[in-house]
C-alpha cells in the first residue's frame, strides 16, 4: 500500500515585465544650469582682450564649470550637462590666462621703454638746454623738423604773447631745471610709478607713462631733511618693436604715489567730449 503523500509544490512567481514602451523612454536627466551660465561666462571672457574687466566672467566660468561638474558626479541620475561645464572652464582658461599673460607682457615693454626715455630726459634736463628739453615735449616726427634753438625762439616768442598762461605751464619744469643747476646736485631716475593705455585719447592707440624723479642734494646743504621728487608724464605711441615718448607734462615739486590722471571726457553721444566740436 503506498505510503508516499504528495509533496508541496512551491511556486515562484516571475518579477512583472516591464513594458515594451518603458523599455525605450530613457530616464529624463535636466541639464545643469551652472553648465549653461559656465558656457555663457566663457564666451563673454572674449571681451577681455578690449577691457580687462571682463576678465570676471573668465573667473566665474571656472567656478561655476567646476561646482556643476561636482554636482552632476554627486546626482547622475538627475543632471546633465559636464561637457557644457568643460567647455566654459575651457574657455574661462583660455581666454583668462592668455590676456593675463599678453598684459603682463605688455606692461613690462611698456615700463622698459619708458624707463629708457626717462633716462634720457634726466640726462636732457640736467646737461641740456632749455631747447632741448622743449624738444622732448613733441613727439619723434615734430623733434627732426627743428632744432633746440629754433624751440627756444619758439618758446620765447609764445611767452612774449601769451607770458602769463605759458609762465604758469612751464613754472615746474623752469624750477626743476634751476634746482639741478648745480654741479654739485644730480636728477636721479626712481622708478615708474605707472604706466597703461591713454583712454582720453582718440585717433589711434596711445600710452602713458609717470617718472619718477629724485632731486639729490649734498647732505651738508639740504634744505630740509626731506629728499624732493619730480614727476615726468610721459605719452606715446608704439612704432614697429620701439615707442615714440614725449613729455606731456612735469610736476615739482611732487608727493611720490600721489599722481592722479586727468578723468576720461565724458561723450555726449556724438563723439564728443564737454565743450567738445
Same mark, same amino acid.
Given at each position: 500500500? @503506498?505510503?508516499?503523500?504528495?509533496?508541496?509544490?512551491? #511556486?515562484?512567481?516571475? %518579477? @512583472?515585465?516591464?513594458? %515594451?514602451?518603458?523599455?525605450?523612454? %530613457?530616464?529624463?536627466?535636466?541639464?545643469?544650469?551652472?553648465?549653461?551660465?559656465?558656457?555663457?561666462?566663457?564666451?563673454?571672457?572674449?571681451?577681455?582682450?578690449?577691457?580687462?574687466?571682463?576678465?570676471?566672467?573668465?573667473?566665474?566660468?571656472?567656478?561655476? *564649470?567646476?561646482?556643476?561638474?561636482? =554636482?552632476?558626479?554627486? &546626482?547622475?541620475?538627475?543632471?546633465?550637462?559636464? /561637457?557644457?561645464?568643460?567647455?566654459?572652464?575651457?574657455?574661462?582658461? #583660455?581666454?583668462?590666462?592668455? =590676456?593675463?599673460?599678453?598684459? =603682463?607682457?605688455?606692461?613690462?615693454? +611698456?615700463?622698459? $621703454?619708458?624707463?629708457?626715455?626717462?633716462?634720457?630726459?634726466?640726462?636732457?634736463?640736467?646737461?641740456?638746454?632749455?631747447?632741448?628739453? +622743449?624738444?622732448?615735449?613733441? @613727439?619723434?616726427?615734430?623733434?627732426? &623738423?627743428?632744432?633746440?634753438?629754433? &624751440?627756444?625762439?619758439?618758446?620765447?616768442?609764445? /611767452?612774449?604773447?601769451?607770458? !602769463? !598762461?605759458?609762465?604758469?605751464?612751464?613754472? %615746474? +619744469?623752469?624750477?626743476?631745471?634751476?634746482?639741478?643747476?648745480?654741479?654739485?646736485?644730480?636728477?636721479?631716475?626712481?622708478?615708474?610709478?605707472?604706466?597703461? #593705455?591713454?583712454?582720453?585719447?582718440? *585717433?589711434?592707440?596711445?600710452?602713458?607713462?609717470?617718472?619718477?624723479? $629724485?632731486?639729490?642734494?649734498?647732505?651738508?646743504?639740504?634744505?630740509?631733511?626731506?629728499?624732493?621728487?619730480?614727476?615726468?608724464?610721459?605719452?606715446?605711441?608704439?612704432?614697429?618693436?620701439?615707442?615714440?615718448?614725449?613729455?606731456?607734462?612735469?610736476?615739482?615739486?611732487?608727493?611720490?604715489?600721489?599722481? /592722479?590722471?586727468?578723468?576720461?571726457?565724458?561723450?555726449?553721444?556724438?563723439?564728443?567730449? @564737454?565743450?567738445?566740436?
Amino acid at each position: 500500500m @503506498p505510503t508516499d503523500q504528495p509533496g508541496h509544490l512551491i #511556486v515562484e512567481e516571475a %518579477p @512583472p515585465k516591464a513594458s %515594451p514602451i518603458e523599455n525605450e523612454i %530613457p530616464t529624463y536627466r535636466a541639464i545643469s544650469n551652472r553648465a549653461v551660465f559656465s558656457v555663457i561666462c566663457g564666451v563673454l571672457a572674449a571681451f577681455s582682450f578690449a577691457d580687462l574687466i571682463f576678465l570676471v566672467f573668465a573667473v566665474l566660468a571656472l567656478v561655476l *564649470g567646476v561646482t556643476a561638474n561636482l =554636482v552632476i558626479k554627486r &546626482k547622475p541620475d538627475l543632471l546633465t550637462g559636464r /561637457r557644457l561645464a568643460n567647455v566654459g572652464i575651457a574657455l574661462g582658461l #583660455v581666454f583668462g590666462l592668455t =590676456v593675463i599673460t599678453y598684459t =603682463v607682457i605688455q606692461n613690462f615693454i +611698456l615700463a622698459r $621703454e619708458a624707463t629708457k626715455f626717462a633716462l634720457t630726459y634726466a640726462k636732457v634736463l640736467k646737461e641740456g638746454r632749455l631747447g632741448d628739453a +622743449l624738444l622732448l615735449r613733441d @613727439p619723434q616726427e615734430a623733434r627732426e &623738423k627743428k632744432t633746440a634753438e629754433e &624751440k627756444e625762439k619758439e618758446y620765447e616768442s609764445m /611767452r612774449t604773447r601769451e607770458r !602769463m !598762461m605759458i609762465d604758469q605751464k612751464m613754472a %615746474p +619744469l623752469l624750477n626743476l631745471r634751476k634746482a639741478i643747476a648745480r654741479k654739485d646736485v644730480d636728477l636721479h631716475f626712481v622708478d615708474i610709478e605707472t604706466q597703461g #593705455v591713454d583712454e582720453n585719447r582718440a *585717433g589711434g592707440v596711445y600710452f602713458y607713462a609717470t617718472a619718477l624723479y $629724485e632731486v639729490e642734494k649734498p647732505a651738508a646743504k639740504e634744505d630740509s631733511g626731506r629728499p624732493q621728487y619730480a614727476l615726468a608724464l610721459f605719452k606715446g605711441q608704439q612704432k614697429g618693436r620701439h615707442y615714440d615718448w614725449w613729455v606731456e607734462d612735469v610736476l615739482f615739486p611732487y608727493q611720490p604715489k600721489s599722481y /592722479r590722471g586727468a578723468a576720461k571726457p565724458v561723450d555726449d553721444g556724438h563723439g564728443h567730449g @564737454p565743450g567738445g566740436h
